[in-house]
């Protein structure tokens, strides 16, 4: 073999012009068979897997970088290029990967090895990046995830820097569909200034939808200290955001009165009522005032326009508030909104804004009635013929509380609860004698009754006033005394009567003489001597909230369930193991 490879070269090398030919073409076919040898060698050859600091040794080279994703950016200019921008770091430097075509993405905080060349252009150098196999990962690189609660992190945040954290809260802001970077805060409140805590989230890549503001969100990212704003931020994706369907955004009505605070709720759903005038062009819903606001309908208002007139008529309008730059005004806009129609003429009216929309129209006219939705302000007890009550605009206290005096048709069976909704037919009048508008309750449709409030001992009397009436929960001991029920505080002399209900179970021997969670309606009396007022539990016994018979209190000390009566699906009850001695 030796002897014949040389024999080659020989005729390839030697002066014979009859072989010059020859020897060109021979030549030529080697040079194109090391070429090809060449490029095959660099197809199939690993890439080398380097360290980001060593990125400027490979310009225009194939490599592959390990470390951590830590952000990264759908069509991050918003062209409509198929293109991820990934942030990944390694330790010894930070690299953006710009993934053309590119596959699924795993959650920030995995460890992920990128492929791709090596690109420097005017002093940047970043990884190019083409098809769904140029970013890895297994199993077993996705991140440990710690659950905590925002106070966890205010309690000391930098333990938690670098680290992929999930947090549960109500975010700040509405976030529009195609924001690729946006900031909000998430509060452990859906009421932003009832927020005890706040964590900023600087949030990437686009949700794809709309994140309405006071959502109660899940969300999952790496918590970084931003040195120029001087404050922690937890950075997260878009499209990762878990939206709780469950909870229900309270949609802020608009008042006509305070115009300069509209923008406050750019971008969010909002109501508001007021007189809609409708022509083939324009809408517009106009205040008591005169101002006005464009409305902006779908086609389904239209055409429910075009079937029985809506022009001139007290509306209420559901829509997204966004600013028009063709208007040069605010507009709400159905088209936006997540409700399919601008008005939907079965949706009561809403107190405050059937009031604050024609106020002198509606007592200038005491026969015409309205459907309105509203709150209970305090209890009213049944059995008293139209009694006076009170109607507010939300089911608990918040600042610019509207409250409306109201006379409610009796006598009535049941409590009407503090904070609960009502659905009633009413009609405006004015009250001479009080110099004020008075509702007149024709009938009415309740809401669910309200959570029982939960007392503290501590809060002592001043505070309990305030649940005066109202269902209430509160921990002690029952004992017998001077002929009658007392609940005692633990290890103290603090007491209130107890007026229990029939067959109470929270005297009998399987609950006496143990501290235990009782509920019943707070009343305020006289003393027996009627020189001061004294606290009751009327209609009192333990809670127990599966109505098994054994009471939440001594369930959770027995280890059975308080949300089933028969925790073992056995068909026997806890209350009938427990009396038989099985638990």
């Given at each position: 073999?030796?002897d ?6 020989d ?18 076919a080697?040079?194109m068979?090391?070429v090809?040898?060449?490029n ?5 050859r690993?890439?080398?897997v ?13 490599v592959?970088?390990?470390?951590t994703l ?17 942030i ?5 430097g ?5 993934w053309?075509?590119?596959g ?25 990046s083409?098809?769904?196999g ?10 440990d ?6 106070a ?9 820097v670098?680290?992929?954290?999930q947090?549960?809260?109500f ?14 805060y998430?509060?452990?409140h859906p ?8 964590m ?10 709309w994140?309405?503001a ?7 990212g ?13 950075q ?12 229900i955004?309270n ?13 406050y709720q750019?971008?969010?759903?909002v ?10 062009e324009?809408w ?8 006005s ?5 779908t ?6 326009d075009a ?16 600013w028009?730059?063709?208007?040069a ?13 601008l008005?939907?003429?079965e ?5 405050l804004a ?14 015409t009635?309205?459907?309105l939705?509203?709150?209970?302000k305090y ?17 608990s ?19 009407l ?36 409030r939960?007392?503290?001992?501590d ?9 005066r009436?109202?269902?209430?929960l509160?921990?002690g001991?029952?004992?017998f ?11 103290s ?6 007026n ?10 399987y609950?006496?003489n ?7 309606r707070l ?5 027996d ?11 009192a ?21 308080t949300?089933?009566?028969?925790t ?16």
């Amino acid at each position: 073999m030796a002897d014949a490879v040389k024999g080659l070269m020989d005729k390839i090398t030697n002066d014979d012009p009859e072989t010059r030919g020859q020897q060109l073409w021979v030549m030529f076919a080697l040079a194109m068979f090391l070429v090809a040898t060449l490029n095959w060698y660099a197809y199939v050859r690993e890439p080398e897997v380097i360290e980001v600091r060593q990125l400027l040794e490979y310009k225009n080279e194939v490599v592959k970088v390990e470390g951590t994703l830590i952000s990264w950016v759908e069509d991050p200019y918003a062209s409509g290029d198929d293109r991820v921008d990934a942030i990944i770091d390694d330790g010894t430097g930070v690299v953006e990967s710009r993934w053309y075509r590119p596959g699924d993405m795993p959650p920030i905080g995995t460890t992920v090895t990128v492929m791709g060349d090596v690109i420097e252009y005017d002093g940047r150098i970043w990884i190019q990046s083409l098809g769904a196999g140029a970013m890895e990962w297994t199993s077993s690189d996705l991140p440990d995830v710690e659950v905590l609660a925002i106070a966890d992190i205010a309690q000391d945040p930098a333990s938690y820097v670098g680290e992929v954290i999930q947090l549960t809260g109500f975010i700040s802001k509405s976030i529009t569909p195609d924001a690729t970077f946006t900031s909000a805060y998430l509060g452990d409140h859906p009421n932003y200034g009832n927020s005890e805590h706040q964590m900023h989230l600087i949030i990437r890549s686009a949700k794809g939808e709309w994140i309405e503001a006071t959502s109660k969100v899940e969300v999952q990212g790496i918590l970084t200290y931003q040195q120029r704003d001087l404050r922690w931020s937890l950075q997260v994706q878009g499209p990762e955001i878990l939206v709780d369907r469950n909870h229900i955004v309270n949609i802020p009505q608009l008042d006509w009165n305070a115009q300069a605070t509209w923008s406050y709720q750019s971008g969010q759903t909002v109501t508001m009522t007021g007189v809609l005038t409708t022509t083939s062009e324009d809408w517009a819903l106009y205040g008591p005032s005169g101002t006005s606001i464009c409305v902006l309908p779908t086609d389904e208002d239209r055409q429910a326009d075009a079937t029985e007139s809506m022009h001139n008529t007290l509306q209420t309008v559901e829509g997204r508030l966004l600013w028009s730059e063709t208007k040069a005004g605010w507009c709400i806009d159905a088209n936006e909104g997540t409700s399919p129609a601008l008005v939907n003429p079965e949706t009561p009216i809403n107190l405050l804004a059937m009031l604050s929309a024609d106020p002198v129209g509606m007592v200038a006219d005491p026969d015409t009635t309205y459907t309105l939705s509203a709150y209970i302000k305090y209890a009213v007890e049944p059995g008293v013929e139209n009694e006076e009550a009170y109607f507010v605009d939300s089911a608990s206290y918040s600042p610019g509380w509207t409250t409306v005096a109201v006379i409610v048709p009796g006598p009535r069976s049941a409590w009407l609860e503090s904070g609960q909704n009502i659905i009633a037919n009413v009609s405006v009048g004015w009250d001479d004698e009080d110099m004020r508008i008075r509702l007149t309750v024709h009938d009415y449709t309740l809401g669910a009754v309200p959570s029982a409030r939960t007392l503290l001992w501590d809060d002592g009397a001043t505070q309990w006033s305030y649940a005066r009436d109202q269902n209430v929960l509160l921990n002690g001991r029952a004992e017998f005394t001077d002929n009658q029920w007392l609940l005692f505080r633990d290890g103290s002399n603090e007491s209130v009567a107890l007026n229990l209900q029939g067959q109470a179970i929270g005297v009998d021997e399987y609950h006496a003489n143990q501290s235990m969670t009782w509920a019943g309606r707070l009343r305020q009396v006289q003393s027996d001597d009627g020189m001061s007022l004294v606290y009751t539990l009327d209609q009192a016994d333990v809670l127990d909230s599966d109505g098994d018979g054994l009471g939440d209190t001594l369930e959770q000390n027995i280890g059975t369930s308080t949300t089933s009566e028969d925790t073992d699906d056995d068909g026997e009850t806890d209350r009938e193991e427990h009396v038989n001695g099985q638990t």
